[in-house]
């Protein structure tokens, strides 16, 4: 069975520019999570979707967004983007998005902003 | 408040047994959650463990959860060097729906 997808791997952009990440949760989950990590600190969460549904939003800029599709997969958008956006970009999936829920990460986006 | 703590490395020897241990504030965390996360990769589920448990043992993985003391540990038996990682703790935010991470705790397995 698939795991939590993401994409792409790896992608540099230059300040000022948008960004946006894809994941697809795993096959029969409807909660996708965003988290962000930078480097030498833990994942930092930024915003939680069940069943298309905003359900949680972290303390980050509105130049973050977000949305999940029909089908639950999810993307994050990034607007304006500064150096301070260069991260590992972690999309995390579950049943319904609950603390009792297994919780799944991906392989994570690595951006680069330049 | 929310806040989760954890020292930021350990050594060990290859077939000792590791413990990482775990602080966390949040009165009202329900699950805690130890991932993996190896260099360049993203985290690997490990293990979790309700509030109302005192200790939850997978393989060569136990852990230890006091609640009055909102303290937690993750102590894996004969460590490999395969176990060589950055280990992360975090508790499940009943209030924000998120998951709140520690720092993590770099681990070193030395043959």
């Known amino acids: 069975d698939a795991g939590v997808t993401q994409s792409p791997t790896h992608l540099i952009k230059t300040r000022g520019q948008h960004v946006t990440l894809r994941c697809s949760p795993i096959s029969g989950h409807k909660s996708v999570s965003w988290y962000q990590q930078v480097l030498g600190q833990g994942p930092q969460f930024i915003f939680q979707y069940y069943e298309k549904e905003e359900r949680g939003r972290g303390n980050f800029p509105d130049r973050f967004s977000a949305r999940q599709f029909p089908n639950y997969s999810s993307e994050l958008n990034v607007n304006a983007l500064l150096l301070g956006d260069s991260a590992l970009y972690l999309c995390?999936?579950?049943?319904?998005?609950?603390?009792?829920?297994?919780?799944?990460f991906g392989e994570g986006s690595w951006l680069t902003v330049v | 408040g929310e806040d989760v703590e954890q020292s930021l490395f350990l050594s060990v020897r290859e077939g000792d047994s590791s413990v990482i241990n775990c602080t966390y504030t949040d009165s009202s965390s329900t699950y805690l959650y130890w991932y993996k996360q190896e260099p360049g990769a993203g985290l690997q589920l490990l293990t979790y463990?309700?509030?109302?448990?005192d200790m939850k043992q997978d393989q060569r993985l136990t852990v230890l959860l006091n609640k009055k003391d909102k303290h937690l540990s993750l102590r894996i038996a004969d460590t490999q060097t395969g176990d060589s990682a950055i280990y992360f703790c975090a508790e499940w935010n009943t209030g924000f729906q998120k998951l709140v991470f520690g720092t993590g705790t770099r681990l070193l397995v030395s043959p």
């Open positions: 463990i309700f509030s109302n448990m």
């Open positions: 995390a999936s579950s049943t319904a998005g609950q603390g009792m829920d297994t919780i799944y």
